[in-house]
Antibody, heavy 127, light 106 residues
């Protein structure tokens, strides 16, 4: 079955870096765009970034632009989120999620529906 | 930046109909979707493209979207439907979530 498994979370000091991974299985990873979404403790969902199935397009929330980088290795069925210059407000559970339709592009509304989510990995930014 | 507004909480009696609204400027001109999140679990897509249900989502979940509001309707609400619900749309290639609504089934 379709599965997503995030890893790489932990406790990190402000200003430091962390790289999250999302291992995908059960579907043709290189045919689907992928999102990162986070949820601060006791708060709602906040979208972080999206990357197209082939890596040619990516977009970021204003809150992370210039600090976070989304990438993917289709040969390893893995999505990444490189997080630099971390701040306490980046503390959250980070989820990866799959775009609903294969080969959807950013002009297609299906690009923005997330039909499978991982269980999340927790990032805590604290001194 | 685009914003979506939801009521923080909605209560419903078992077997009754629950309606959760999501407001945004000209939201009806966009597509909306809805996620359900139970405590300690990951979100689940329950409605996409305003009113379509993914496979496995019960028929009692339905959606609509026009003007400045989208609505998630849960008919014959069950105790298992108690959860947080988030609307979502996108604007300028960025995803926007509503603040979430806690549905309580009393």
């Amino acid at each position: 079955q379709v599965q997503l498994a995030e890893s790489g979370g932990g406790v990190v000091q402000p200003g430091r870096s962390l790289r999250l991974s999302c291992a995908a299985s059960g579907f043709t990873f290189n045919s689907y765009g992928m999102h990162w979404v986070r949820q601060a403790p006791g708060k709602g969902l906040e979208w972080v970034a999206v990357m197209s199935y082939d890596g040619s397009n990516k977009n970021y929330a204003d809150s992370v632009k210039g600090r976070f980088t989304i990438s993917r290795d289709n040969s390893k069925n893995t999505l990444y989120l490189q997080m630099n210059s971390l701040r306490p407000e980046d503390t959250a559970v980070y989820y990866c999620a799959k775009v609903m339709l294969e080969r959807a592009t950013m002009t297609d509304h299906y690009y923005y529906y997330m039909d499978v989510w991982g269980k999340g990995t927790t990032v805590t930014v604290s001194s | 930046s685009y914003e979506l507004t939801q009521p923080p909480s909605v209560s419903v009696s078992p077997g009754q109909t629950a309606s959760i609204t999501c407001s945004g400027d000209k939201l009806g001109d966009k597509y909306a979707c809805w996620y359900q999140q139970k405590p300690g679990q990951s979100p689940v897509l329950v409605i996409y493209q305003d009113n379509r249900r993914p496979s496995g989502i019960p028929e009692r979940f339905s959606g609509s979207n026009s003007g400045n509001s989208a609505t998630l309707t849960i008919s014959e609400t069950q105790a298992m439907d108690e959860a947080d619900y988030y609307c979502q749309a996108w604007d300028s290639s960025a995803v926007v979530f509503g603040g979430g609504t806690k549905l309580t089934v009393l």
